[in-house]
């Protein structure tokens, strides 16, 4: 009886809470598709991109930013963090007069890669005094009306931060079955209707593309601040959000050119994030697998194996976390019966948090471009 209401009721319970109270995160109502008024005049911007090692993709997402169709004061600083490939010639390549290509410095302690490479680009940006500072990585790239319409939202709603998930790639068979609920599980983290609430404390972003304004980010003590986080679009936002409005959601004006043909390549942008997001903590990582193994193990062991009410409880839950699943296979135009899959995505995602974990008591943790970044639970507390 006890095993029942256990394993059959309380998932029930938990997927009924997210259906109904958890803002309602996996209808995808926060869109950029919604038209915009125009503000009177178009504050300057400055993008900064980072970049290291990115010859394969450079050109493509650098040109779809110098080819903005901004009314405005716009250029773009791209900081080449020591690469090795050419990335920083083949973007002066592009010889647009809207372009400057930094080389960046070694990192200094205490800092990640990528935000140490953002603080020299906005440094050098700051210089040209932008209302908003536009912050892209170097595998994104961006419809020409992009910049025009984060501007023109955060003008209209005075936010201080402006963020979009972009539509990441999703062609192969491990994309299929591992892209969509990347997003959905962070979505279900960080609900985007609560993010952009002002009276909520929840608050994220999305780090392939962020409008900040520069006045608000420099009283916010600037990238410095957050210098330490391996999830620096998270921390970001927290940032942000103290002062003043931020909005996220979903777009197809910004693409991940990054391919991820492979399980194990999803698997390494998982495991360099996911035990930061648990604050380095073994009670939480075991928290975090036991609650997993519940909300998606447990509903299809009750339904395949349990008896009577236990298992129409089971069985209820599997339907409602595929009728969940739904709306973000219909971004990524892939068929409804992947709904079904999600336990046993849930199962992949659990095994990759596990992974991080390993890794970072490895010393390996936060590996990007490699080099390992993760700093101890304390100086990612501080930052």
Same mark, same amino acid.
């Given at each position: *009886?006890?095993?029942?209401?256990?394993?059959?009721?309380?998932?029930?319970l938990?997927?009924?809470? *997210?259906?109904?109270?958890?803002?309602?995160?996996?209808l995808?109502?926060?869109?950029?598709?919604?038209?915009?008024?125009?503000?009177?005049?178009?504050?300057?911007?400055?993008?900064?991109?980072?970049?290291?090692?990115?010859?394969?993709?450079?050109?493509?997402?650098?040109?779809?930013?110098?080819?903005?169709?901004?009314?405005?004061?716009?250029?773009?600083?791209?900081?080449?963090?020591?690469s090795d490939?050419?990335?920083?010639?083949?973007?002066?390549?592009?010889?647009?007069?809207?372009?400057?290509?930094?080389?960046?410095?070694?990192?200094? #302690?205490?800092?990640t890669?990528?935000l140490?490479?953002m603080?020299q680009?906005?440094?050098?940006?700051?210089?040209?005094?932008? +209302?908003? !500072?536009?912050f892209?990585?170097?595998?994104?790239?961006?419809?020409?009306?992009?910049?025009r319409?984060?501007?023109?939202?955060?003008?209209?709603?005075?936010?201080?931060?402006?963020s979009?998930?972009?539509?990441?790639?999703?062609?192969?068979?491990? +994309?299929?079955?591992?892209?969509?609920?990347?997003?959905?599980?962070?979505?279900?983290?960080?609900?985007?209707?609560?993010?952009?609430?002002?009276?909520?404390?929840?608050?994220a972003?999305?780090?392939?593309?962020?409008?900040?304004?520069?006045q @608000?980010?420099?009283k916010?003590?600037?990238?410095?601040? /957050?210098?330490h986080?391996?999830?620096?679009?998270?921390?970001?936002?927290?940032? *942000?959000?103290?002062?003043?409005?931020?909005?996220?959601?979903?777009?197809?004006? @910004?693409?991940?050119?990054?391919?991820?043909?492979?399980?194990?390549?999803?698997?390494?942008?998982?495991?360099?994030?996911?035990?930061?997001?648990?604050?380095?903590?073994?009670?939480?990582?075991?928290?975090?697998?036991?609650?997993?193994?519940?909300?998606?193990?447990?509903?299809?062991?009750?339904?395949l194996f349990?008896?009577? /009410?236990?298992?129409?409880?089971?069985?209820?839950a599997?339907?409602?976390?595929?009728?969940?699943?739904?709306?973000?296979?219909?971004?990524?135009?892939?068929? #409804?019966?992947?709904?079904?899959?999600?336990?046993?995505?849930?199962? !992949?995602?659990?095994?990759?948090t596990?992974?991080?974990? !390993?890794?970072?008591w @490895?010393?390996?943790?936060?590996?990007?471009?490699?080099?390992?970044?993760?700093?101890?639970?304390?100086?990612?507390?501080?930052?």
């Open positions: *009886m006890i095993a029942g209401i256990l394993f059959g009721f309380l998932p029930l938990i997927w009924l809470y *997210m259906l109904v109270l958890r803002h309602g995160f996996w995808l109502r926060e869109r950029d598709t919604a038209p915009l008024a125009e503000p009177a005049s178009w504050p300057s911007v400055v993008a900064v991109v980072p970049a290291r090692n990115e010859a394969d993709v450079i050109r493509q997402s650098i040109g779809s930013l110098v080819a903005q169709d901004y009314p405005g004061s716009f250029h773009v600083v791209l900081v080449d963090d020591l490939d050419g990335t920083a010639d083949l973007a002066r390549g592009l010889g647009s007069d809207r372009l400057t290509v930094l080389s960046g410095s070694a990192r200094p #302690p205490g800092w890669g990528k140490w490479a603080s680009g906005s440094a050098h940006a700051g210089t040209l005094a932008p +209302e908003f !500072f536009w892209t990585d170097a595998d994104i790239a961006h419809s020409p009306d992009n910049l319409q984060l501007v023109a939202r955060a003008e209209s709603g005075k936010h201080v931060l402006v979009l998930m972009a539509r990441l790639h999703c062609k192969s068979a491990a +994309e299929h079955f591992l892209i969509p609920a990347f997003v959905f599980f962070f979505d279900m983290l960080f609900p985007f209707g609560a993010v952009n609430d002002p009276r909520s404390k929840v608050a972003a999305a780090g392939g593309c962020m409008l900040a304004r520069r @608000a980010l420099e916010a003590g600037g990238i410095a601040a /957050i210098r986080n391996i999830i620096d679009d998270c921390a970001l936002g927290r940032a *942000m959000k103290a002062r003043g409005p931020i909005w996220l959601g979903l777009t197809d004006r @910004a693409v991940s050119l990054r391919p991820y043909p492979h399980i194990s390549d999803i698997r390494h942008m998982v495991t360099r994030t996911a035990y930061a997001q648990l604050d380095y903590s073994p009670l939480v990582l075991a928290g975090t697998l036991f609650g997993l193994a519940m909300v998606y193990l447990a509903p299809v062991m009750t339904a349990a008896w009577g /009410i236990s298992q129409l409880a089971g069985w209820l599997w339907i409602i976390m595929a009728v969940m699943f739904q709306p973000i296979l219909r971004f990524y135009r892939l068929s #409804p019966l992947w709904g079904l899959a999600l336990p046993l995505i849930g199962v !992949f995602y659990a095994v990759f596990l992974e991080s974990a !390993f890794l970072h @490895a010393g390996k943790g936060g590996m990007w471009k490699g080099r390992a970044q993760a700093e101890s639970k304390k100086s990612e507390g501080q930052a």
